[in-house]
């Protein structure tokens, strides 16, 4: 599902065609909002990862997209999400060089790197959700209460 001005969408994530895809809508999105090259490079990058471990990991899932506003800061919000086995140690699964499978161990933790936000949601047979946003100029500072 994709909605008016092709920023926001939902897709599914089932086969590596389905991965190409994901990193495809997250440039046109991120471009679409005003992000640099750069910006748009680590935002594509974290995607990739978590796409991929949402396939490779969870079983399939899929990819939530939208643009998202904070006190006049504009950003991109990615959610991936599965039904998969979980993770049963999340800890252990953010440190640099840990791998569940024959990957280099940078997948969670690297992406984690590359948003201004890392949220992430998994217990052993559960599935997990993990939500990342990256802003336009850095992240907005948390509003003072008086």
Wanted: charged share 20%; glycine share 16%; hydrophobic share 40%.
């Amino acid at each position: 599902m994709q909605t008016a001005g092709g920023i926001s969408a939902c897709l599914p994530i089932h086969s590596d065609l389905d991965l190409v895809w994901v990193r495809q809508h997250v440039r046109q999105a991120a471009a679409q909002l005003g992000f640099g090259l750069v910006d748009q490079t680590k935002l594509v990058t974290a995607a990739s990862e978590l796409a991929r471990n949402t396939l490779v990991h969870g079983g399939g899932g899929q990819m939530e997209c939208a643009p998202v506003d904070r006190g006049g800061a504009r950003g991109l919000r990615l959610t991936f999400s599965d039904e998969g086995p979980g993770i049963a140690d999340l800890d252990q699964a953010l440190l640099d060089g840990y791998t569940s499978g024959e990957g280099l161990g940078m997948g969670l933790g690297g992406a984690r790197r590359l948003v201004h936000e890392f949220a992430i949601d998994s217990r052993a047979g559960s599935g997990t959700t993990v939500t990342v946003t990256s802003w336009l100029a850095g992240a907005p500072r948390p509003r003072e209460e008086r």
